[in-house]
């Protein structure tokens, strides 16, 4: 079979669904395309039914030819449309769906669980690695990885987890306690460490005794610390032991409308505030990542009643941080995302350079910051806030101060950090 007569799904890497596979096929047969249009119009249309939006072969018809094209969406009804004509008006809809707030009110996600496979593996070390989106172009606080399990139970529709590893395996060192042991140190120096990059920190519980292995090693070195990140509410291990001072438990938190629709099997958001309660009522460390806050309609007043629920339910003097962030992706994995077939609107929002990658226009990212700062003030002088690899221009708008250097934003976290530690 030649390239021209391959699904169109297929060729361009993305996944349609048979209905939409055999329009564009037999569009292209009838209509001139460059391969650039005939590719993002396979794009346009996988994002139309992500996105649960009117379908490619609803807006386009021509009863000619059985596909029943609609010419009075166009400028010369009465005329054949060009095949450039076409392009133009599909992308044209494309662009206006996604420049203006998505909303969740009739989306249907349809999500079918995934199935992952357990395995284990045998490592010879532990190696600390930088934060995997770390940049110069964006302040960023140096934070130093430990990579407990190799990809995450969780299926949030926006991660780029599943683009680093073998999709539905989740690997783990059966050798992790004994290498995290012989990890050595610099006693003069201090560390921030996190395990929440390459997995959940707090789903597996301790299997393999990750969650063991990790307090012991935080016991072992008062010079770090040691910040597990999760969306789960697995907190058993910590309600049946002593946790040492300088492990601190961060929740990315975010509202119900996300949460049921593009966290998939992720904990509730009301089982993630119980459980971030429940550890600060033992006096340990935590802290909420409000990343990444979307842009869609009703925005403002579902991150109200979040940031009403924080102010409510936690003492400041227990919070340690609240970070903000947003969506930002690199084209792999917007590919990935499109490649899955998965019900989502989280593609569907205005896309703009930010140092190589892909995220909201700065002034949208300005408005969703400045909404959660301004929400949550009265803790700003005593938890420590910050923008989560974010363009340095905005912090000074919306936390009212700017580091000069990542490594300034760096010294002053982990200052705030051990302060708060101190006080436990």
Known sequence: MTEAKKEPGAQF?????????????????????????????????SDFEAWDETPVYELLADERCGLNFNKAKFNNAGKNPSGEQIFNFVREVWLDLKSRPHS?????????????????????????GRCPVASENTRCCNLLTLDAVNS???????????????????????????NLARLRLDPARSYHIGTGQSSDSLMW??????????????????????????????????LQREIPRNLIVTFSLNTPAIIANEEHLSASLDARLAAAEALAERGILVGFHLHPMVWYEGWQSDYGALFERLLRSFDPSGVAMVSLGTLTFIKPVVKKLRS????????????????????????????LFKFAADALSSWRERVFFYLCMEDASLW?????????????????????????????
């Open 340 to 367: 899955r077939g998965l019900r989502s609107k989280i593609l569907q929002m205005p896309l703009a350079d930010a140092n190589g990658k892909l995220s909201y226009p700065l002034q949208i990212k300005r408005e």
């Open 13 to 45: 890497g993305v996944n349609l669904d048979e209905r939409s596979s055999a329009f564009l096929g037999a569009l292209f047969d009838k209509f001139h395309f460059s391969f650039q249009q005939r590719k993002q119009l396979a794009e346009f249309a």
């Open 152 to 178: 995450c139970g969780f299926d949030c529709s926006y991660c780029a987890i599943g683009s680093f590893y073998k999709q539905g395996k989740i690997g783990f060192d059966e050798n992790f306690a004994a």
């Open 205 to 238: 519980g301790d299997r393999f005794g990750i969650l063991s292995a990790l307090c012991d090693f935080a016991a072992r070195h008062e010079n770090v610390i040691l910040e597990l990140k999760s969306k789960s509410n697995n907190i058993r291990f910590f």
């Open 104 to 128: 969740y009110a009739s989306f249907k996600s349809d999500y079918a669980p995934r199935k992952f496979e357990i395995s284990s593996f045998r490592a010879d070390r532990i190696a600390l």
């Open 396 to 424: 000074r708008e919306v936390l009212g101060h700017e580091y000069e250097s990542n490594d300034a934003f760096e010294e002053a976290m982990k200052a705030a950090y051990f302060a708060k530690i101190r006080q436990c």
